[in-house]
């Protein structure tokens, strides 16, 4: 079956902070260690954003390295998507700031909420703006500064989060390059094994019922894998079906890098070869709404993805939420 795109991926960027914080760094932190880490979850190092850093600042360097990259200039750009759980403020969006600080005065731009699956809901969303004509250029952003909500004392997830920013710029597809399908999905029912549970209006900070672990990521860790390992194969699968291919029609697979044991799960699941899946949780560790860009900033960089190239990007997250999408790049 042959899909024309409407929209594809004309650049990418990302920013990152300057501080890494390391697997021996976090054993004079908890009671953890390097090897226990490495071989339960992948992870090595993570990026930490300094005092004074925000989402939006390691957002607009990813922007402006993706405007870059496409040889776009921001006053061109008439959407701006920002996927994060972690922004500046309660309000406004981090769009806005991001905006604001590139210049893209005629641009509309906001947030989205959907956790480790945000970039993927943006993706769906530029793609079907651009195919019905309602956008022409999108700057599509994955930010987050998840040091800002993890708990330092609590060893089962402080060594899983790290900070970061992608970023890629959309416009009308004019050739077979572009998003060739989408799929997303959540399911409310169980949020509650990955939530954060304070700083909204249910459990204000003022509240009597506010305690202070409200303010950091909770996590049921082992029912976690066990959703995420079932919902992102389910959602490889699907999407492979949705864009008429096969696992032999894939280049690489884009998981979103939040443990090695499901990026592997998830490979296995659709008969992907080792070598054909791209890793990179070792340095970054799970950036939520980042990950997928950050890899696939790293993938064309790098030349683990060739113009014309098909990619299959799948992620999973708190809410629940899950998707995948199919790109040829």
């Known amino acids: 079956m042959s899909i024309k795109p409407a929209a594809k991926i004309i650049g990418s960027g990302v920013g990152l902070p300057q501080k890494i914080l390391t697997n021996f760094d976090l054993e004079k932190m908890v009671d953890t260690s390097d090897e226990w880490i490495r071989t339960r979850t992948g992870i090595e190092t993570r990026y930490i954003v300094q005092d004074g850093q925000c989402t939006s600042d390691l957002g607009t360097e990813a ?129 509650k ?9 249910k459990n204000p900070p003022h509240s009597e019922n506010y305690h202070e672990k409200m303010q950091y990521i909770q996590m049921e860790g082992r029912d976690v894998f066990k959703h995420a390992v079932t919902c992102m194969g389910d959602a490889a699968e699907l999407i492979l079906e949705k864009a008429g291919l096969t696992c032999k029609d894939v280049d690489l697979l884009i998981p979103h890098q939040a443990n090695i044991r499901i990026i592997d799960a998830t490979a296995k699941r659709i008969k992907m070869p080792p070598e054909k899946v791209f890793i990179n949780v070792n340095k970054y560790g799970n950036t939520s709404a980042a990950s997928i860009p950050l890899a696939i ?28 999408a199919a790109v040829r790049f």
């Not at 094994?193 to 209006?201: I, N, Q, Y």
């Not at 790293?298 to 899950?322: I, M």
């Open 63 to 191: 922007a402006m390295n993706a405007l870059k990259d496409a040889h776009i200039k921001a006053k061109e750009v008439d959407l701006i998507i920002f996927a994060t759980i972690t922004g500046d403020v309660g309000f406004p969006a981090a769009a806005v700031f991001v905006q604001k600080n590139i210049g893209a005065h005629h641009a509309a731009a906001f947030d989205i909420q959907a956790t480790c699956t945000g970039f993927i809901y943006g993706l769906e969303m530029a793609d079907a703006l651009i195919a019905t004509g309602r956008a022409k250029t999108v700057l599509l952003i994955g930010g987050e500064t998840l040091s800002r909500i993890t708990d330092y004392r609590d060893r089962n997830t402080c060594v899983l989060f790290g900070d970061g920013a992608g970023a890629v710029v959309l416009q009308p597809s004019d050739d077979e390059r572009g998003v060739l399908a989408t799929f997303t999905r959540s399911d409310g029912r169980l949020h």
């Open 193 to 201: 094994l990955l939530m954060m549970e304070g700083m909204g209006t």
């Open 297 to 324: 900033d790293e993938a064309r960089k790098s030349g683990r993805l060739q113009p014309g190239d098909v990619a299959v990007l799948v992620a999973f997250g708190g809410g629940f939420t899950w998707g995948s």
